[in-house]
Every structure is written in C-alpha cells, then in structure tokens.
C-alpha cells in the first residue's frame, strides 16, 4: 500500500473515531463480556444452538445486504460468522455502549467487536450469531493487509509477524504449538523429579561454552557483565547445594552470526542430573523429544528435507570418529601426528590446516557427515581437546564423555558427562585462556566462584541442552530459524510513512 493511501485510510479512521465519540460511545472500553471463545461454541455447537451467547473478536470480513449484514469474527481459537439484521438488532444505546445498524458504517475490517445474541444457523446451515446486541471494543485506525493476497515482503513479515498472525492462521497454529512444546518439556522434566530454578540471565562471566558474548554494565554496582551464553555452571551450583534433578528453560544471547539455523538470542532446555553420565542423557533425550512431539504436534512423524522422519524409532548412537569414517573411509583414531590429521582433511578436498588432531577431525565431520544426520542420531565421544568442561573417557581419554543431537542435518543440543575435578578442570581453563582476547568466545572463561563452588564436592553429573528453536524449526518443517522466532532480531526501521504520520525522521525503505 502507497505511503499516500495509508494515511489518507488512516486519516478516514480518525474521523469515524471522532464521529463515533460525538455519538456518546467510547471506541476503546475497557472490558468486555464475553462469556465464551469461538471455539467452545464451534465444537459443541448442538450443545449451545439456540442458546445465547456472547462472542468477541476481529472483524475479518463485512457484506452488506439489504437489510443484513454478515461479519466473520476470528478470536484466539476460531473464526465465526456474525449475522446482524436490522430488524432484529437493538438500537444505538449510549449508556451500554451499543451500535445500532445505522452505525455499523462506523465498522471497518480489523476492528474489534462484541455480540450478544443466540447461537443458530443460517439457511445455508453456516454456524452463526445472530445478534442483538453489538458493541465496539476497539477501533483499528490502520487497514490491515489485503487477505487474500497475504503479505509477500519477507522484510514486512519478520517486522510485523502479528500482521502475518492475524492473516494465516496456520502461522498462528505453528506459535501455539511452539509455546506447547515448551510446556510439555516442562510437564516431561517435572514428571522425571526435575525441579526448575531461575538462574541469571546476567552474569559476572559468560561460562558454560565458547560464544561471543553481549556485554553490559550494572549502573549500581559499578561492574561490567555479560548476558549468559550458557546457564550451565549455576545449574551445577545447584548440584553442589545439594539438588539432583534441576532444570531451565531460559534465554542465551551469543554476539554471533545470523543465518538459517543461528540467532542472537535463542532458548534452551538445559538440565543436571546428579549420580549419572552421559548415556543416561541419551535416553532422557529420546523420551523428552518423543514426549514434545507427541504432546505438541499428535504424531512423532515428521518431515524434514524431503524425509519422514520417526522420532519413536530408537535413535543412532555412533562414535564422532565412526560417523567420519563411515563417509569419508578416514579413520582419524589411526592419526599419530597431526601432520597426518591435516593430510587426511586435504583428502575430502578440505583445505585448513588445523592445530590438533581432535581439531582435524570435528572439522571433517562439520564438512563431511553433519548434513548428512537427517533421521535422530546421537554423535558421541567428541575429541577432548574441544571439550573442556567434559570428562574424558576411560578406556580412551582422546576423546570425552560427550554427544550431541543431530536431526534433520541440524544440531539440536550439546550433552556431556561434566568434569567434576575442580584441579583438572581449571588446569584445562588455563591452558587455553588468553586474556588479552578474553571476550573473543573462542574458550572457556576463568570462573574461579565456580571452581571454588566444586571444590566442595560436586557428585558425578551430565547435562542436556537442546536449542527450542532448532527443535521447533523440525517440528514445523520450518527452513528459517526466524519463522519459529515470533519477534526475530532485526535493526531499527522507521518507514517513510510512519515518520510522516509520527513526525519523526525515518527512511523510504519499505513499502507498506
């Protein structure tokens, strides 16, 4: 829509919320009575024919005919036809608010509406209100965008998702499953003894990964800080306390990239299981996902990039050194020096020359095999040199207690068993720090309140630590990482027609 027609429509709006005021009505009361959602009413409709009812919502369709006039109302749950007779509909009446027919040229296509009258069907057997009583709760000033057509602009979408919400209801139904999905984790955690405890989103140091962290500083204590990349060593302060089975479901922020499957901002489901390791992780995994799945969509079928996908089906479970092998037929296990891991890497056409043996083959695996993990797989025992905060396994310490979820060619959560050796673990903290780069995320920040915290004893523990988002992106059958983000990261825009009617400056980038 031209900049131009959107203010004059506006401009149209504002004068029939004028007109309306003169009346004596208030555009914008502050309550409603409506006594059921539209949905109620739709699945039990033999229960309320004949019944009166009060339902309320956006006006998505108006035709007028002759003396009757049809809208289509759409709440939260469902849509419903309005029948509104001029016959049958109560006069304009200032003290309850109420419209009369003659005041429905007041109405417009987004504004939200309320009617009371008894629930029937219409000649052609269309569920509908018939109404007597019609209020309006709220007029729209802007036009929403044309229904049919939809909204085109990927730009405007990501912008406005609330417009695409009110536009398609299957975007609508995809957030709902999403906000599902983290209420059955929850429902899963807790039924398995978890117990949930906030831990800071702002944090002295940015432990628990290697990630670019967001810096910030906390006026009244005079401190610099950082938003956690990782919730990970308080949930393990828990353990030292004390608990067994503790769980967030919290946000991460990581100064990163921005592309298909990574946003600054994101959410985790992270745990600590005390008296286990990782192979205890592999199954909660599996039963929490089967368990989302089931709970939020009704099926653990999916498909994912062109594959059925079936999460009740036991997951792989294979060696990082063995998934390589597998496609590539290099068996990095058999490296003695480090100039043979890089010659095996020019090999598979990979041309980086890496510092570590471990380091050589996690990047023939990024390059070679993790596109590859379409159906759930559990890709385990990572080189140890990349995971400091994981035990080493026994029988061979190159490599460490550690696995991660791959589905759909997407990694979808990092798990291992911890390393519970304070000595050890700050030794391996050390080795890798550099402080003249400490806020790079390329290694573990020195958290010494943590390492005196396990000093004290913490039990043999592992943790989980699944993306939403990534699970959500699977789920959905989404491509973009944005389309299960209701409020995508985007940099400020104001619109040419929006600093028009604000007065503000802005820029005629958009085309609304």
Request: proline share 4%; aromatic share 10%; net charge negative.
């Amino acid at each position: 829509m031209a900049n131009e027609g959107l203010i004059e429509l506006r401009e149209m709006r504002l004068s029939k919320i004028q007109d309306i005021k003169a009346l004596g009505l208030n555009p914008y009361p502050s309550t409603s009575t409506r006594t059921h959602n539209i949905s109620t009413i739709q699945d039990n409709f033999e229960i309320y024919q004949d019944k009166e009812a009060t339902l309320a919502g956006r006006l998505m369709s108006l035709r007028k005919h002759g003396g009757m006039t049809f809208c289509t109302i759409m709440d939260q749950s469902g849509y419903i036809q309005l029948v509104l007779q001029k016959k049958r509909l109560a006069s304009l009446n200032v003290e309850d608010n109420r419209l009369g027919y003659t005041e429905l040229s007041y109405l417009d296509i987004g504004d939200i509406v309320e009617g009371t009258g008894v629930i029937s069907k219409t000649q052609k057997g269309e569920r509908s209100l018939f109404v007597d009583n019609l209020r309006l709760l709220s007029k729209s000033i802007r036009p929403l965008p044309d229904k049919h057509a939809g909204i085109k602009d990927r730009e405007i979408i990501v912008r406005k998702r609330y417009l695409e919400v009110i536009l398609d209801k299957e975007v609508k139904l995809r957030y709902m499953q999403i906000a599902k999905m983290i209420s059955a984790a929850r429902n899963y955690l807790e039924n398995m003894g978890f117990i949930e405890i906030a831990t800071p989103i702002i944090q002295p140091n940015y432990g628990g990964g290697t990630a670019k962290p967001f810096k910030t500083k906390i006026n009244a204590l005079q401190s610099t800080m950082y938003l956690a990349i990782s919730h990970e060593l308080y949930l393990k302060r828990l353990i030292v306390a004390g608990y067994e089975k503790v769980y967030t479901i919290g946000r991460y922020f990581r100064n990163e990239g921005i592309d298909r499957s990574h946003h600054p901002e994101f959410s985790m489901i992270e745990t600590m299981t005390a008296y286990e390791n990782y192979e205890y992780n592999m199954d909660l995994i599996e039963g929490l996902f089967k368990y989302i799945a089931t709970k939020a969509f009704g099926t653990t079928n999916f498909l994912v990039r062109g594959n059925t996908i079936d999460l009740s089906k036991p997951w792989k479970r294979i060696s990082m050194v063995d998934a390589v092998k597998e496609n590539t037929s290099l068996d990095f296990s058999r490296c003695q020096t480090l100039e043979e891991a890089n010659e095996y890497l020019g090999k598979v056409e990979i041309d980086q020359k890496c510092s570590s043996i471990g380091e050589a083959l996690v990047v023939a695996f990024e390059e070679c095999v993790e596109k590859n993990l379409i159906n759930p797989t559990f890709v385990c025992d990572h080189p140890i040199e990349i995971s400091p905060l994981a035990k080493p396994k026994n029988d061979d310490p190159r490599y460490a207690e550690r696995f991660e979820i791959f589905i759909g060619g997407m990694e979808c959560g990092d798990n291992w068993s911890e390393q519970n050796d304070p000595v050890r673990l700050l030794n391996t903290w050390r080795q890798y720090y550099d402080p003249e780069n400490s806020e790079s995320g390329e290694f573990h920040t020195l958290d010494f309140d943590f390492i005196e915290a396990i000093e004290y004893g913490m039990p043999p523990t592992t943790g989980i630590g699944p993306g939403i988002e990534r699970l959500a992106m699977i789920l959905t059958g989404s491509e973009q990482i944005d389309d299960v983000i209701f409020f995508p990261m985007r940099r400020q825009r104001i619109t040419s027609a929006n600093a028009e009617i604000f007065g503000i400056d802005g820029e005629d980038e958009e085309n609304q």
